[in-house]
């Protein structure tokens, strides 16, 4: 049965309609995923920045310094911002040969200006293995921190300091900044994208 050139008329421009609305829908879909794809990254990307060693990198702040009877390594976040402050300590014999698995290490963190210390306890647990000494602090200041890591053992009592700088990082109210452009884009291309539908629903 053949249409009418009539019929075939409407055909086509129903034809047409249903391509351009899939185009739009396709359009507007890819268009959120891109801008909700980069808006996701400003906000993991905080935590990642102000992370410690393993993620962020780290520095060396003690290398293979004999301290008493011990020689330690020790290293901190690089780099180190508001939150939390990572210490890792390796403690080994005078020789540099043998790790000591069996010490008490901690660490004692003191804002340079004055204020109350964060002490915490380094242990193998937060290091992941048998060997290393990891102590987790919080700092909630940014400045210069006096560090003191504090070794016990068999051997006798030792201790080393250093100074760290606490950084204020990436902030929320910085994630929020850069997202709000994203946002009024996503809004200004999904009436866009309505307006376009509706005119062609009208013709």
Known sequence: MRLSIYDQGLAIVRSAYCVRKITTHYALR???????????FLVVAQPLFASGPGTGGSKIQVDNEAVGPYMLVATS??????????????????????????AVVRIEA?????????????????????????????????????VKVMIEDEL??????????????ISTGLIIGLGLPFVFLLLVVGVYMWRRSASAVEE
């Open 110 to 146: 003191t804002p340079a200006g004055g204020g109350e210390p964060v002490i915490g306890q380094a242990t193998h647990q937060n290091a992941g293995n048998a060997i290393d000494y990891v102590a987790h602090l919080p700092v909630e200041r940014t400045g210069n921190w006096d």
């Open 30 to 40: 890819t268009t959120v995923g891109v801008l909700l794809t980069v808006f996701l």
């Open 156 to 169: 006798g009592e030792a201790e080393v300091t250093f100074t760290e700088t606490v950084t204020g990082g």
């Open 77 to 102: 976040p690089l780099p180190l911002t508001v939150g939390q402050m990572n210490v890792w300590v390796r403690v080994m014999d005078t020789a540099g040969e043998n790790a000591l698995r069996d």
